[in-house]
C-alpha cells in the first residue's frame, strides 16, 4: 500500500480553495439561523458590481437596526474572495462601539480574523501580500498610525460604518478638509475603494463626501420582522402597536426616571411571571453632560436600595406605586407582578455608557446584551448611534430639546428600532410630546427624501424647516447644493393640454387632483415625494391644498432676472396675488401652472412656511 508523502504545496492549494467560498459559507450560516440572506446578496452583488464598473465611491444605505453589521460581514467576505487583500473597516471613536462590531465579526468565522489596529502596529508584523481585516476607530491618532502601517499597500477597502457621522468634511466650504475627512481620504488614495454605510445619507450627499455618486447607491432592504419608521412613528398615532407615554415637559429629571423604571419593572414582572424568564433593559437617554448621568446612576440605585430594604423610609411608598401602576395596567396580576420585583430586584445591573465610562468594556456589554432582569442603561451621545441593544423593552427621553432637531442624529437614536416583534405590545416610549413630534417629522421628511430619490435621473431632495434641520450646515457644500426656499418648479412639458385643465377645473379633492395631474404628466413633472409630502402635512384637512387656475407669463419680457422661454424668474412667480390669500386663508400648500405662450408650461409648488428643499446640482 502506498503512503502519500508531506506535500505543503497541495495542502497551501487546498486551504485556498477552501478561502474561495468564504461568502457562501457565510449565506449558509445565516440561512441555517434562518435569516433572509437574499436581501444580503442583493446588495453584495450590487456592491461588487459597482466595484467592476469602477465606482470607487459609494454608499449603502440601511434602515437603523435592519442588520447592516452582518451585511458589512457577508460583504468583506466577498471582498476577500474576489481577490481584496486588505479590508478596513472604520468605526465611530466609541470604544463599545467597536468592541461590539469587532466582536460579531470574529464571533462570524470569517478568515482572516478580523484584527484591532493596535494589533498589527508591532514592527514584527508585516502586511506582505496576506490578506487582512483590520478594524480602527475614526480618530485622528489611531487613523495617523494605521495611515503609516499600510504605506505602499494598494486596492485597500474602506467599510466605513456610520459613514455620515465625521467622515464628511466639516471645512468643505472653506477650501480646507476637516482633520477626519483627511485621514480618510489619504485611507483610499492609492487606488482604494469608498463604501460608507449608514441609515443617514443625506450628509454624504449634500457634503459630496469622498466623491460618492448618489446614483450609485445601494439600498440595503428591511428583513420581515423588522420594526421601524412604520411602527414607531406612523401618521397617525391613535392606534399604536406599543406604548406611547408623553412625558410633560416641565417634569423633573429625578421624576421621570422614576416614573420611567416603575413602568419598566411592571412590565418585566408581568413578561416573566407569564413566559420564560429574560432579561430586559431600559435606555435612560438623559443629555451628552456626564454630570446628568452621574445624578441619574445615583437616583436608580436609591430607588434599588429602597426597594430592597425594608426599612428604608421609601420602602412602602415605592412598592405601593409598583402595585397600583401593576393593577392598573395588568388588572388580577398586580400581586403576582409585585411579587416578582420584591423577589428579584437585587438582580438589577445599572450602566452608564458615556466617554468616562469607555475603558470599562465589560460594563458596556452588559448594558448592551442585558444580564440581569432588571437592566438599566444611562448614556447621551454615544448610545444614540451604531450600538444595538439586545431585549430593550423601554426607552426615556429625560429632556425636552430646545433648539432644532439635526434629522441624522434624531434617526440615529432611533433605538427600539429592530426586530422588537416578539414583545412590542409590552415596549414603551416614555418621551415629551413637542420632542415626539419634531422626531415624526425627521422620519417623515426623511422618507419623503428617500422617495424622491426613486425618481429617474433625479438626486434626493432632502427636506428641512425651522424645526427640523436636515444636516449641519458646515457640511453642505454650497457650490454643489440647490436651495429652494418655500418654491419649487419642475420639468417643463408641452402646453396647451386639454385635459389637463380640466383636471384643474374639475371637482374632486384637492390633493385627488393633484395625483391625477401627476398621472397625466408624469413624475418629473410633478414628483411623486412632494405628493406625499402635502398629503402627510394637511392640518386644515383638503383646506389645506389649492391647486390654481393657471396663469401666463406672456406679457413678461425676458431680462437678467426673466427667462420666458424656460419659465424662471430669480425671485419666483408666486406672490400674494397668485397665491389668493384672502380666498384660501388655510391653504399652506400651492400647486399653480405657469404657461409661456411659447407651448410651454410647467407646474409650481409653494410652500407657505419655513420650509427649504435642498438637492444636488
Not at 174 to 181: F, G
Not at 255 to 276: C, D, R, T, W
Not at 315 to 335: C, Q, V
Request: charged share 25%; glycine share 6%; aromatic share 8%.
Amino acid at each position: 500500500m502506498k503512503t502519500e508523502s508531506f506535500d505543503l504545496s497541495k495542502i497551501k492549494e487546498t486551504s485556498i480553495s477552501l478561502n474561495r467560498t468564504r461568502y457562501e459559507r457565510r449565506l449558509e450560516i445565516l440561512q441555517h439561523l434562518g435569516q433572509d440572506t437574499g436581501r444580503i446578496s442583493s446588495v453584495v452583488d450590487g456592491a461588487i458590481g459597482n466595484i467592476k464598473n469602477d465606482r470607487r465611491s459609494f454608499v449603502i444605505y440601511g434602515e437603523p437596526q435592519s442588520g447592516k453589521t452582518e451585511l458589512m460581514i457577508a460583504l468583506t467576505a466577498r471582498l476577500l474572495d474576489e481577490g481584496y487583500k486588505i479590508i478596513i473597516a472604520l468605526m465611530n471613536d466609541s470604544v463599545q462601539l467597536l468592541g461590539q462590531n469587532l466582536e460579531r465579526f470574529q464571533r462570524s468565522g470569517l478568515s482572516p480574523a478580523p484584527k484591532k489596529f493596535s494589533e498589527i502596529l508591532t514592527p514584527e508584523i508585516n502586511l506582505g501580500s496576506r490578506e487582512w481585516v483590520i478594524f480602527c476607530k475614526k480618530n485622528s491618532k489611531d487613523l495617523q498610525k494605521l495611515i503609516t502601517k499600510l504605506k505602499g499597500q494598494k486596492n485597500i477597502v474602506v467599510l466605513d460604518d456610520e459613514a455620515d457621522f465625521a467622515t464628511p468634511n466639516s471645512k468643505v466650504n472653506r477650501q480646507e478638509r476637516s482633520t477626519i475627512n483627511d485621514l480618510t481620504g489619504d485611507l483610499i488614495s492609492n487606488q482604494g475603494i469608498y463604501i460608507g454605510v449608514t441609515a443617514t445619507p443625506a450628509r454624504l450627499d449634500l457634503n459630496n463626501t469622498h466623491n460618492n455618486v448618489n446614483d450609485d447607491w445601494l439600498d440595503f432592504p428591511i428583513h420581515a420582522k423588522y420594526t421601524g419608521q412604520d411602527v414607531f412613528f406612523p401618521l397617525d398615532i391613535s392606534d399604536l402597536s406599543y406604548r406611547l407615554t408623553f412625558t410633560p415637559a416641565n417634569q423633573e429629571m429625578s421624576e421621570s426616571i422614576q416614573k420611567a423604571l416603575f413602568s419598566f419593572m411592571v412590565n418585566v414582572g408581568y413578561l416573566n411571571i407569564n413566559n420564560p424568564e429574560e432579561n430586559y433593559s431600559l435606555l435612560i437617554h438623559t443629555s451628552g453632560k456626564t454630570s446628568d448621568h452621574s445624578i441619574g446612576y445615583r437616583q436608580l440605585v436609591g430607588i434599588f436600595e429602597a426597594i430592597k430594604e425594608d426599612t428604608n423610609t421609601n420602602h412602602s411608598k415605592y412598592l405601593e406605586a409598583i402595585w397600583k401602576l401593576a393593577k392598573t395596567r395588568y388588572p388580577g396580576h398586580e400581586d403576582q407582578v409585585t411579587a416578582y420585583i420584591v423577589g428579584n430586584s437585587e438582580r438589577h445591573n445599572l450602566v452608564v455608557m458615556n466617554s468616562d465610562k469607555d475603558v470599562n468594556a465589560a460594563d458596556n456589554r452588559t448594558g448592551t446584551s442585558p444580564t440581569s432582569p432588571f437592566t438599566v442603561v444611562i448614556g447621551g451621545n454615544i448610545v444614540s448611534r451604531g450600538v444595538t441593544f439586545d431585549n430593550l423593552l423601554s426607552m426615556l427621553f429625560a429632556r425636552d430639546v430646545v433648539s432644532k432637531l439635526q434629522q441624522d442624529t434624531y434617526i440615529q437614536r432611533a433605538r427600539m428600532f429592530g426586530a422588537r416583534g416578539k414583545y412590542l405590545q409590552y415596549f414603551e416610549l416614555m418621551i415629551p410630546e413637542a420632542l415626539f413630534l419634531d422626531w415624526q417629522k425627521c422620519f417623515i421628511f426623511h422618507r419623503l427624501s428617500l422617495e424622491s430619490r426613486k425618481l429617474v435621473n433625479e438626486s434626493p431632495v432632502w427636506l428641512d424647516d425651522n424645526r427640523v434641520t436636515a444636516v449641519a450646515a458646515n457640511s453642505i457644500d454650497k457650490a454643489r447644493v440647490i436651495v429652494d426656499k418655500g418654491e419649487m418648479s419642475f420639468a417643463l412639458f408641452d402646453y396647451p393640454n386639454t385635459d389637463l385643465e380640466s383636471i384643474i377645473a374639475g371637482g374632486g379633492t384637492a390633493i385627488n387632483k393633484i395625483k391625477q395631474i401627476s398621472d397625466l404628466l408624469g413624475t418629473e413633472r410633478l414628483p411623486t415625494y412632494l405628493i406625499n409630502y402635502i398629503e402627510s402635512f394637511r392640518p386644515e384637512g383638503d383646506n389645506s391644498i389649492v391647486v390654481h387656475k393657471t396663469s401666463t407669463i406672456s406679457g413678461y419680457r425676458d431680462s437678467a432676472e426673466v427667462d420666458r422661454a424656460t419659465i424662471t424668474r430669480t425671485r419666483g412667480f408666486m406672490g400674494n396675488d397668485q397665491l389668493e390669500v384672502d380666498k384660501y386663508p388655510d391653504a399652506i400648500h400651492h400647486i399653480k401652472l405657469f404657461e409661456n405662450g411659447m407651448g410651454q408650461a410647467r407646474v409650481f409648488y409653494k410652500y407657505q412656511g419655513r420650509i427649504r428643499f435642498l438637492k444636488t446640482n
